[in-house]
């Protein structure tokens, strides 16, 4: 009896500290995002060492897009023609981002989002853990610029 109590208790912890975004807090995505993990349904997690492409969003109120851009050693991106557009939508104390492409649509629910950190879940219950692009851009001498 004293395990299921204390099991209850913790899920109502963990429930009542779920982080509640607001609608100032959108512009917090524009910017790039590196991925750091994914988590799976299962419980598995892929960690990212070095990643060859960041997600840049670009979000204004509540519509923007989401792209994929490849940065250079030089602090630059390559990037193309291709994008994501992005609707964000609150529903139910949630915050979803319902992305479009002319081939398909999903959607990702916002669990985590601040200056640093973002993380998203999608229908799969796959989660994709972000942090803040920083510059690549390197020095002769091997130094990162600011």
């Known amino acids: 009896m004293k395990k299921t109590f204390a099991i209850l ?29 994914v988590t799976f349904d299962k419980g598995d997690d892929k960690d990212y060492k070095i990643n060859e492409s960041y997600d840049f969003f670009e979000i204004k109120d509540n519509k923007g897009i989401r792209k994929k851009v490849m940065p250079q050693l030089d602090g ?51 989660e994709y853990h972000y942090k803040k692009a920083t510059s690549i851009n390197l020095l002769g001498d091997g130094k990162t610029t600011k």
Request: hydrophobic fraction near 45%; charge should be negative; proline fraction near 1%.
């Open 9 to 37: 208790f913790i899920s109502v912890l963990f429930i009542c500290c779920k982080q509640k975004i607001n609608p100032t807090d959108i512009a917090k995505i524009n910017g790039y995002w590196e991925i750091e993990k």
């Open 76 to 126: 630059t991106f390559l990037v193309n023609d291709t994008f994501e557009n992005v609707v964000v939508r609150f529903a139910d104390d949630k915050v979803f981002l319902d992305y479009q492409t002319d081939y398909a649509k999903w959607t990702e629910e916002v669990i985590t989002l601040s200056a640093e950190e973002l993380v998203l879940v999608n229908i799969e219950k796959t």
